[in-house]
């Protein structure tokens, strides 16, 4: 299209006010004088429309700064193509002043097709496609929250509206525009908005508001490159902000860079933002009436965008994030940021409900599973990805709606590693060790099943296995460590249970059974009884469950000997209080006294006396053990017990 000259561009806005209802003063004081009633049907029809858009304007945004937003999103959807031929990096700059706000940019330029869009509500130049914000054409209309004058210079066009509220003010001069001389502009600024302040006296009240603009505001704006504001107070040195950014892809995930560069006077200071971003369409959304573009066809796609921030050392920066609709919405409870082309109020400060929204959701909720499978690939996001989770405390009803999507697509992804390293696993289908279950050298007690693997990387911390038993992970259930044990015990000629090498091992591993013992339900409690954890004197490894009574192998501190057919445990297991501990919940107890002297006695009925094969040393623990326990109206040995020496000879008879 050819560029207009000045006098062209003129008539254009000549054009458009008299479109718009607007005459000039000389007309309405011809009208005053000749056709009053024309001048009065005029004015009521004006001042109808008037009242619509005085409405708008002033319910519309709940803040007075939100025009800041509008026109970065205006300035997102314009063209760049002059100043990318010129290797010029797109960008907008904010000048706030007591009494003015000067807007500048190097985009191509306003048409005439541009003007008459702002002049009318309802009304946009704006594509409504997919990667483009505009959406209700009245955003511009926004500036008169805080501006009683606004004049624009752009091309051939110099212009401006007003709305000043004085009494004779009817409003419409908010779309009806008039022509004003203007001056040259700046080097490389190719459009220039000025707004004239209605209350100069809030500058500190506005600068804080742009002060506060998100720092990640420029991250899901793909054409503007720098966003700068700049202060100027009255008797001080301008202070200026200046955003940029960078984006690096490498196979899908994308690094970006966000930089905020200070300045007042000569001093400057930079800090640097990094995120990780994931990018994904959406395809076959369904229909809503605010996705349609000028021909009428539906617009079924979407882009979402999740960023993720990290330190300099790759580590979460866990902080709640605002979501996005192309603009800031607010922040709701999520530690990563959401783009997405949601449906929004009028106000664009908050998304409706609709089948669209929800479809768009949950493309999210798929965005953010995969973002942390390609987590799961980096160090040492591998083993932090879940601190993005939210809380569960989201109370939005659309918003808590995504955590429970995002829950339930983790739970299905693997996404864990195991304390072996073999692979990623679902989050229900690994369990974390306890500290108990875990022996002095940080290896398990007890090998984790090849092929089953249960154990849980001990590389995630507490406080990430915490956030993780949202996602079904659990400590580790006694019946799973029942089945390592029993396992354990199959492998003979390698059982650690069996090895009586490692005191410390023993310790371990008894406590933590015994604490098993108080967590397991009926029918793991009879299968641990079933397994041959108890070692007896006589080598044999048996379990509790074999219909034989099992005692301790002492009366308080005298030897049971060993020679009577009792089942004793072997000394070393009884001497360890946490093995003896174990030992009492599977049911071995002491022997009763009077069982030991009885036996005794029957071992000594069958002895032949003259080979009574007994050993000096059971014949002395025989003596011994009568010596502590025999009843004291016993005042001497049962007929058949027989004293032998070292030989086996008999030194006594009965």
């Known amino acids: 299209m050819p560029k207009l000259s000045q006098k062209e561009a003129r008539q254009v806005i000549t054009d458009v006010r008299e479109g718009n209802g607007g005459i000039t003063a000389k007309d309405r004081d011809k009208l005053k004088a000749q056709m009053p009633s024309v001048l009065r049907a005029s004015q009521n029809t004006r001042r109808q429309l008037a009242d619509s858009i005085k409405i708008v304007v002033d319910n519309l945004y709940s803040k007075e700064t939100r025009f800041l937003y509008e026109l970065i999103q205006n300035a997102e959807d314009n063209f760049y193509s002059t100043a990318t031929a010129n290797g010029e990096e797109p960008f907008l700059a904010f000048k706030l002043y007591p009494d003015r706000i000067i807007v500048d940019s190097n985009e191509d330029g306003f048409s005439e097709s541009n003007i008459k869009a702002i002049c009318f509500v309802g009304n946009s130049t704006k594509k409504h496609s997919a990667g ?10 926004s500036v008169f929250k805080v501006a009683q004058k606004v004049h624009i210079h752009s091309g051939p066009f110099s212009f401006a509206f007003s ?3 004085e ?7 908010m779309i009806t525009p008039y022509y004003e001389d203007a001056k040259e502009l700046p080097h490389g600024v190719r459009t220039r908005i000025t707004l004239t302040l209605l ?7 506005r600068a804080a508001e742009f002060h506060n603009v998100p720092d990640t505001f420029l991250m899901f704006l793909s054409q503007l490159k720098r966003l700068s504001i700049q202060l100027y107070r009255p008797k001080d040195a301008p202070t200026a902000t200046e955003y940029s950014k960078v984006e690096l892809e490498k196979n899908g995930l994308y690094t970006t860079y966000l930089a905020k560069t200070m300045r007042k006077g000569k001093e400057e200071s930079t800090s640097e933002k990094k995120y990780y971003t994931m990018k994904s369409d959406l395809h076959k959304l369904p229909f809503d009436e605010a996705r349609k573009d000028k021909q009428g066809n539906t617009i079924d796609t979407a882009t979402v965008i999740l960023a993720f921030p990290v330190d300099e050392d790759d580590e979460p920066v866990i902080e709640q994030q605002h979501t996005y609709a192309f603009l800031p919405l607010r922040r709701v409870g999520f530690k990563f940021l959401i783009q997405a082309d949601f449906v929004t109020q009028a106000n664009r400060e908050d998304v409706v409900h609709s089948k669209r929204n929800q479809a768009v959701l949950e493309g999210v ?19 932090q990805w879940m601190r993005y989770l939210p809380e569960d405390s989201i109370t939005d009803e659309f918003w808590s709606t995504l955590w429970t999507m995002v829950r339930e697509k983790l739970k299905q992804t693997p996404l864990l590693e195991s304390w072996g390293g073999h692979g990623l696993y679902k989050p229900p289908d690994l369990e974390r060790l306890q500290a108990d279950a875990i022996s002095k050298d940080g290896s398990p007690l007890l090998a984790d099943l090849e092929g089953a693997e249960v154990y849980l990387s001990p590389k995630y911390t507490k406080a990430d296995f915490r956030i993780l038993k949202r996602l079904g992970t659990n400590r580790l259930q006694g019946s799973k460590f029942v089945d390592r044990l029993d396992a354990d015990l199959r492998n003979s000629s390698s059982s650690k249970w069996r090895s009586m090498k490692c005191a410390d091992w023993r310790t371990r591993i008894c406590k933590f059974l015994s604490k098993v013992f108080l967590e397991i339900v009926d029918h793991q409690w009879k299968r641990l009884r079933k397994l041959a954890l108890i070692p007896l004197r006589d080598g044999r490894w048996v379990s509790s469950g074999s219909g034989t009574r099992i005692y301790f192998p002492k009366t308080d501190h005298v030897d049971i000997p060993a020679d009577l057919g009792l089942s004793l445990v072997c000394p070393v297991a009884s001497e360890n209080v946490a093995w003896a501990d174990l030992l009492s919940n599977l049911d071995v107890m002491s022997c009763p006294q009077e069982l030991v002297i009885s036996s005794i006695h029957e071992r000594y009925r069958f002895t032949n006396l003259d080979n009574p094969g007994l050993l000096l040393l059971n ?5 011994r053990y009568l010596y502590w326990f025999l009843p004291k109206d016993h005042s001497s040995l049962a007929p058949r017990v027989r004293l032998v020496n070292q030989h086996g000879s008999l030194l006594k008879e009965g």
């Open 619 to 623: 014949a002395v623990a025989h003596m």
């Open 199 to 205: 209350d100069s006296t809030k500058f500190e009240e």
């Open 163 to 165: 709305h000043t509220r």
């Open 365 to 383: 909720a798929r965005a953010f599973a995969v973002a942390m499978v390609m987590f799961c690939k980096l160090l040492p996001l591998k083993y």
């Open 167 to 173: 009494e004779d003010d009817d409003g419409l001069g």
């Open 132 to 141: 483009y914000i505009g959406e209700k054409g009245i955003g511009f209309k």
